[in-house]
């Protein structure tokens, strides 16, 4: 059973190293062309995560630890994004005809209403526009927490709660469809679906069969190539709302049952590495790449100046930063001791 939790994560771990190499690539050199898909399957497993986790607290002790969830969350995520302002800062003064020098605040503002404001057209921070992804996530960890538990109060359980988060995905998908870009919460909302479905006896056949699981995750592996290298140009929102159902049949069939395919593809070493340290790489290439990009530099010196600063950044990040602060405040005794004097909610 270790075993396949260590698999498990180190399947998932792979599949976040594509993703962040897909955006990298299509940040720099342009190719692929919808590289930009990498961020569908960053929202879905993240969503898929996330979400196991609430449900799994209220399953086992019926509350959810609202405070030492945002203290994980934060410990994760802000150690990087303040790397990544003053990297931007640092960019912003020796290059002041490239990047204005920004507030801390307005930075840190660009956290939770970037993705908005990109949807209405109004200025934003142009080495920094990337953040509007973490925007999307912000917005998700305020709301859903929330939404589950009052769901929860309300005594909707599984089968309840799945099919409000499919109605939700559904108009999401919708509003996207209808140009409403902020709207980015399909994959979250799809993902949080997906540990609802794991009891599902239907679900279960289909991806503990051997035979079945191996044929869905050539298939997923396969459509997530085609999506990413040849997407459709004339139906962007079906490359996203695909790679994202794409996305999902990866997940069951890794957590699932193990195979020689997902370990050779998705557990190998420089899948799990860049993994690893995705969230700082994708922080930190973008401000560079922008930089480079405003200046007129050829798409194979983006890449090349791009590589050589920010995959070492990120992995000193990752070792350095992000790693210690994880292990710090994600203990036993720091989520007591944030339950102590944070607000616990308490279901009936």
Same mark, same amino acid.
């Given at each position: 059973?270790?075993?396949?939790?260590?698999?498990?994560?180190?399947?998932?771990?792979?599949?976040?190293?594509? *993703?962040?190499?897909?955006?990298?690539?299509?940040? #720099?050199?342009?190719?692929?062309?919808?590289?930009?898909?990498?961020?569908?399957?960053?929202?879905?497993?993240?969503?898929?995560?996330?979400?196991?986790?609430?449900?799994?607290? $209220?399953?086992?002790?019926? #509350?959810?630890?609202?405070?030492?969830?945002?203290?994980?969350? @934060?410990?994760?995520?802000?150690?990087?994004?303040?790397?990544? @302002?003053?990297?931007?800062?640092?960019?912003?003064?020796?290059?002041?005809?490239?990047?204005? $020098?920004?507030?801390?605040?307005?930075?840190?503002?660009?956290?939770?209403?970037?993705?908005?404001?990109?949807?209405? &057209?109004?200025?934003?921070? &142009?080495?920094?526009?990337?953040?509007?992804?973490?925007?999307?996530?912000?917005?998700?960890?305020?709301?859903?927490?929330?939404?589950?538990?009052?769901?929860?109060? /309300?005594?909707?359980?599984?089968?309840?709660?799945?099919?409000?988060?499919?109605?939700?995905?559904?108009?999401?998908?919708?509003?996207?469809?209808?140009? =409403?870009?902020?709207?980015?919460?399909?994959?979250? /909302?799809?993902?949080?679906?997906?540990? $609802?479905? #794991?009891?599902?006896?239907?679900?279960? +056949?289909?991806? =503990?069969?051997?035979?079945?699981?191996?044929?869905?995750?050539?298939?997923?592996?396969?459509?997530?190539?085609?999506?990413?290298?040849?997407?459709?140009?004339?139906?962007?929102?079906? =490359?996203?709302?695909?790679?994202?159902?794409?996305?999902? *049949?990866?997940?069951? @069939?890794?957590?699932?049952?193990?195979? &020689?395919?997902? +370990?050779?593809? $998705?557990? !190998?070493?420089?899948?799990?590495?860049?993994?690893?340290?995705?969230?700082?790489?994708?922080?930190?290439?973008?401000?560079?790449?922008?930089?480079?990009?405003? !200046?007129?530099?050829?798409?194979?010196?983006?890449?090349?100046?791009?590589?050589?600063?920010?995959?070492?950044?990120?992995?000193?990040?990752?070792? @350095?930063?992000?790693?210690?602060?994880?292990?710090?405040?994600?203990?036993?005794?720091?989520?007591?001791?944030?339950?102590?004097?944070?607000?616990?909610?308490?279901?009936?």
């Amino acid at each position: 059973m270790t075993d396949i939790k260590k698999n498990r994560i180190s399947a998932l771990d792979g599949l976040r190293g594509y *993703a962040v190499l897909a955006v990298f690539l299509y940040h #720099t050199l342009d190719v692929p062309k919808s590289g930009h898909l990498g961020v569908d399957i960053f929202f879905v497993l993240s969503g898929f995560l996330i979400s196991s986790h609430l449900y799994q607290q $209220l399953s086992t002790c019926g #509350t959810i630890d609202l405070s030492g969830f945002y203290l994980k969350r @934060c410990a994760r995520l802000l150690p990087a994004f303040f790397v990544a @302002c003053v990297l931007f800062e640092a960019i912003a003064y020796c290059f002041p005809s490239s990047a204005s $020098l920004e507030s801390p605040l307005k930075l840190l503002s660009l956290l939770f209403v970037s993705n908005f404001l990109s949807a209405s &057209g109004q200025e934003q921070v &142009g080495l920094m526009n990337h953040l509007w992804t973490l925007s999307v996530e912000w917005q998700f960890y305020l709301l859903w927490p929330a939404v589950l538990f009052g769901l929860h109060k /309300l005594r909707l359980r599984g089968r309840g709660i799945g099919w409000i988060l499919l109605i939700t995905f559904i108009l999401a998908v919708g509003l996207k469809a209808h140009g =409403n870009q902020f709207a980015h919460f399909d994959g979250l /909302l799809v993902g949080s679906l997906l540990p $609802l479905l #794991t009891s599902q006896k239907v679900v279960k +056949r289909a991806f =503990n069969n051997r035979i079945c699981n191996a044929a869905l995750l050539s298939a997923s592996i396969s459509a997530l190539i085609l999506l990413i290298l040849f997407p459709v140009p004339q139906f962007t929102m079906f =490359n996203e709302v695909a790679t994202s159902i794409a996305t999902v *049949a990866l997940i069951f @069939c890794t957590t699932f049952k193990q195979s &020689g395919i997902s +370990r050779l593809v $998705l557990a !190998n070493r420089l899948a799990q590495y860049f993994g690893r340290i995705s969230y700082g790489l994708y922080l930190y290439h973008f401000p560079i790449a922008a930089l480079l990009y405003v !200046n007129s530099f050829p798409r194979a010196k983006i890449a090349l100046v791009a590589c050589v600063v920010a995959i070492p950044l990120a992995d000193v990040s990752w070792r @350095c930063l992000e790693q210690p602060v994880i292990r710090r405040f994600g203990n036993r005794k720091s989520q007591r001791a944030a339950a102590a004097f944070g607000r616990t909610w308490k279901a009936p």
